[in-house]
T-cell receptor, first 111, second 111 residues
Framework: QKEVEQNSGPLSVPEGAIASLNCTYSDRVSQSFFWYRQYSGKSPELIMSIYSNGDKEDGRFTAQLNKASQYVSLLIRDSQPSDSATYLCAVGGGSNYKLTFGKGTLLTVNP | DAGITQSPRHKVTETGTPVTLRCHQTENHRYMYWYRQDPGHGLRLIHYSYGVKDTDKGEVSDGYSVSRSKTEDFLLTLESATSSQTSVYFC??????????FGDGTRLSIL
């Protein structure tokens, strides 16, 4: 059974701070890693994808992957109240056609 | 979003009735997926399709069937709905070597 675990949350940070979201996965052959943002009552929206070890930056978002430790994280710099949402970590197998999702971490950014 | 339309968006029905949810895409993508999302469980894969008439089970497929007779349509059927199938259902699509993108969801209540 493939498992994806996220820090339980909820996570609360002040506006302008760095929010750090973490995810571990059990399947060593996983090849693709994604972060989705989901606002309350809405559908998941892809914000980052990462496939190789190291960091990938996109604006205020940085995804970090360490396959040896089976760990992927998402950093949000200069957090804004509009970043308040549930963040879902998703991990794909070698074929990259099925994803296993974590249960999500609720982030609240306080003005 | 991403050329995906789910219908209906909301449905209330009674235990024991058949229910069919439709996912329609305009992207001509090969892969389509049905998930359910429940509090405390996150997103769980029900069934997926990797081409016309090519489908397979996900982790929570009991009580559900699917059909894909055309590239653009993926139907999810609950043959005899039960209260445990009350949930929010999301369809997702994926092109080759691309991440999954989600539809807006269907909120299904079974009384």
């Amino acid at each position: 059974q493939k498992e994806v675990e996220q820090n339980s949350g909820p996570l609360s940070v002040p506006e302008g701070a760095i929010a750090s979201l973490n995810c571990t996965y059990s399947d060593r052959v996983s090849q693709s890693f994604f972060w989705y943002r989901q606002y309350s009552g809405k559908s998941p929206e892809l914000i980052m994808s990462i496939y190789s070890n190291g960091d990938k930056e996109d604006g205020r978002f940085t995804a970090q992957l360490n396959k040896a430790s089976q760990y992927v994280s998402l950093l949000i710099r200069d957090s804004q109240p509009s970043d308040s949402a549930t963040y879902l970590c998703a991990v794909g197998g070698g074929s990259n056609y099925k994803l296993t999702f974590g249960k999500g971490t609720l982030l609240t950014v306080n003005p | 979003d991403a050329g995906i339309t789910q219908s209906p968006r909301h449905k209330v029905t009674e235990t024991g009735t058949p229910v069919t949810l439709r996912c329609h895409q305009t992207e001509n993508h090969r892969y389509m997926y049905w998930y359910r999302q429940d509090p405390g469980h996150g997103l769980r894969l029900i069934h997926y399709s990797y081409g016309v008439k090519d489908t397979d089970k996900g982790e929570v497929s009991d009580g559900y069937s699917v059909s894909r007779s055309k590239t653009e349509d993926f139907l999810l059927t609950l043959e005899s709905a039960t209260s445990s199938q009350t949930s929010v259902y999301f369809c997702a699509i994926r092109g080759d070597n691309q991440p999954q993108h989600f539809g807006d969801g269907t909120r299904l209540s079974i009384l």
